[in-house]
């Protein structure tokens, strides 16, 4: 329907009415532009999941489109492998990045910086910021050597955060001019 007020009573109706046969429409909602109805899909599929219906939901996340982020909560108990998460880290959906990165975190595994490199190149400057404090935690030459490498990002909010983060790991205070940070190092 295009009130999205219906497909959101109908997301509440199929929970409380369950039939498998409503799962492919309940997939698409997932990808809807009204936050309820995506969230009412998700919550509804959640409730219903098979462990037959996890490639189904892999594949969504895989595709990288609008219902992404929603797949991957409805995936948020499921064991990825430490490649799949880092492959997420390409993701141009802001929240999937992030739940990948969680669930590493959540494993206590430690990113390499090779790993890291995804999410430090990611189109979405959001993405790329959550790479910055474990590249800095990494700490070694090769960490710093990226960080000042990032000094020459376009956006200017995410260069102030990896001045921040070379301040954090240096004790150093340089400025903004990338020229004076890659002299110094």
Not at 19 to 41: H, T
Not at 47 to 69: T, W
Request: proline share 4%; hydrophobic share 45%; charged share 30%.
């Amino acid at each position: 329907d295009a009130d999205a007020r219906i497909r959101w009573y109908a997301c509440q109706t199929a929970r409380l009415y369950w039939d498998a046969a409503f799962a492919p429409r309940l997939r698409e909602l997932l990808g809807d532009e009204d936050d309820r109805v995506r969230s009412y899909a998700r919550d509804c599929l959640g409730e219903h999941l098979a462990e037959s219906q996890i490639p189904v939901y892999r594949k969504i996340v895989e595709e990288d489109g609008p219902a992404a982020s929603e797949a991957f909560n409805l995936l948020r108990d499921y064991k990825f492998s430490r490649e799949q998460l880092v492959h997420f880290f390409s993701s141009t959906n802001v929240s999937v990045v992030s739940t990948a990165f969680l669930h590493l975190r959540d494993q206590k595994l430690n990113l390499k910086l090779n790993e890291l490199e995804p999410i430090l190149t990611n189109s979405q400057v959001e993405a790329r910021m959550i790479g910055l404090r474990p590249l800095a935690l990494i700490g070694n030459k090769e960490a710093v050597d990226r960080l000042v490498a990032l000094l020459h990002d376009p956006n200017e909010v995410f260069r102030w955060m990896v001045r921040a983060r070379l301040h954090w790991l240096t004790g150093q205070s340089l400025g903004s001019d990338p020229a004076a940070w890659e002299k110094w190092w």
